[in-house]
């Protein structure tokens, strides 16, 4: 195995962290509107069946626990004199950029006609999700070997997690405002070309390290078998994944609590939302410079709990105002975990490295990926739980105490689930966590 000179400053150019941190601008704006408004553009706006609706994502969960270890692998043993990530981001984006735009636009003939509609859907759904598993497996196996100390993940981190939120905004809390005014079709046409420009700009502002293109390239069965051996890939994969099924929980159920805890508009979810993405953009600063003075694993500990205890008192709510103090304490701990999470990540990748000597960052990214999609378990059984016990059927037949199935819906299975990354956290330590001690 030839030797890693990645410790050779003289061959590497610096990345800016701004000029790889606005990539995460670029990278989310499209796919969460891909993904939050996929269902009541097809159900709800052209008619496709919701049986249908579901059975594509059914498929999809299978398609991308495929997908995306193939795209990791694919992209660690690439190389060019190009980079290794780079000709995939090149090559990629704009496929993805061009399908998303062609979801959001279907052909005026396919709408009147269900079967084609459905096949239309099943088909831009897979490529347009598969292209954006692609791409995030190559900007995020960029994160590890751009940045190398903790410090200046974090700085960087804090730097594409600002973006990030920014983008959720837009595409989240925004977005039913503007596609209400110019309509989807424009929206994401607007949407796609904006992801594009930031997209480039951020790639060709990456300088990968020369020296890397020459080590051993990794190979699949013995990649995934350190990976199923390794327990700090199970910890902190499980960590993410319960993590990311409280977020998702939260995102899907706030209109639920607004309309029937809250009893007001659905105008106010935007309020409420915001309120959360707010103090969570303001909150990444303060976790920023919370690491530079305690281990980041430490850090990503206390997010979680501050998280998951403070989403509880959100329960007793009776009024907006009280909502949103509290639901700024959840973007408070939301903000430490997105401020963490991806430097805890790089760590596990600095690990692996150190134990086997084979550069596998894409793979690893995009098997921790993998972790992360079994949060539709998890919010699969939180909705299935709060439907058959309170009798929630639909927005017609909300059952008898709606008001209580949206506050454990938003509260109860985020905070269980939260709370148990915390716990599973506990178990993960590094070497250097140990030197501090």
Not at 31 to 49: C, H, P, R
Not at 60 to 75: C, E, H, K, Q, R
Not at 227 to 252: D, E, R
Not at 376 to 395: I, P, R
């Amino acid at each position: 195995m030839k030797r890693d000179t990645s410790d050779a400053p003289a061959q590497v150019k610096r990345t800016a962290p701004f000029r790889y941190g606005i990539g995460m601008f670029g990278t989310s704006i499209p796919i969460n509107m891909f993904k939050s408004f996929a269902a009541i553009f097809y159900v709800d706006m052209l008619g496709l069946e919701m049986t249908k609706y579901s059975l594509v994502l059914l498929i999809y969960t299978f398609v991308d626990a495929i997908d995306n270890p193939v795209y990791g692998f694919l992209s660690d043993r690439t190389r060019t004199r190009w980079g290794r990530r780079r000709p995939w981001l090149v090559i990629g984006v704009p496929l993805l950029i061009l399908c998303f735009i062609l979801f959001y636009n279907v052909p005026a003939g396919i709408t009147n006609n269900d079967t084609a509609l459905f096949i239309y859907f099943l088909l831009m759904y897979i490529l347009t999700g598969t292209l954006d598993s692609l791409m995030n497996a190559n900007y995020g196996a960029l994160f590890p070997e751009l940045f190398q100390s903790d410090v200046e993940r974090a700085k960087t981190n804090a730097i594409r997690q600002a973006f990030q939120l920014v983008a959720m905004v837009i595409s989240i809390a925004l977005t039913p405002m503007i596609t209400e005014a110019i309509g989807y079709s424009l929206t994401s046409i607007i949407y796609g070309v904006i992801a594009l420009i930031v997209i480039m700009y951020c790639t060709f502002g990456c300088h990968e390290n020369p020296a890397l293109w020459s080590t051993e390239k990794p190979k699949i069965f013995s990649s995934i078998r350190d990976l199923l051996v390794n327990p700090k890939f199970w910890i902190y994969g499980l960590t993410g994944a319960f993590y990311s099924a409280a977020f998702a929980l939260i995102s899907q159920a706030v209109p639920f609590y607004v309309k029937y805890t809250l009893k007001l508009d659905s105008g106010m979810t935007t309020v409420l939302l915001a309120a959360v993405f707010a103090v969570a953009l303001i909150g990444v600063v303060i976790w920023s410079k919370i690491i530079k003075r305690v281990p980041i694993i430490k850090a990503w500990r206390i997010s979680f709990i501050v998280m998951g205890v403070g989403i509880i008192p959100l329960y007793f709510a009776g009024n907006l105002a009280v909502a949103i103090c509290i639901a700024g304490v959840v973007g408070f701990g939301v903000a430490g975990c997105l401020t963490t999470m991806d430097c805890i990540g790089a760590k596990i990748m600095d690990d692996d490295y150190q134990r086997h000597g084979v550069k596998r960052e894409g793979t690893i990214s995009s098997l921790t990926g993998v972790m992360n999609r079994l949060n539709g378990l998890y919010t699969s059984l939180a909705f299935y739980v709060v439907s058959t016990a309170f009798g929630f059927e639909n927005g017609d037949n909300p059952g008898p105490t709606p008001d209580i199935a949206s506050k454990v819906l938003l509260i109860v299975f985020p905070a269980a689930a939260v709370l148990i990354a915390a716990v599973i956290a506990q178990f993960l330590h590094f070497e250097d966590e140990k030197k501090h001690e």
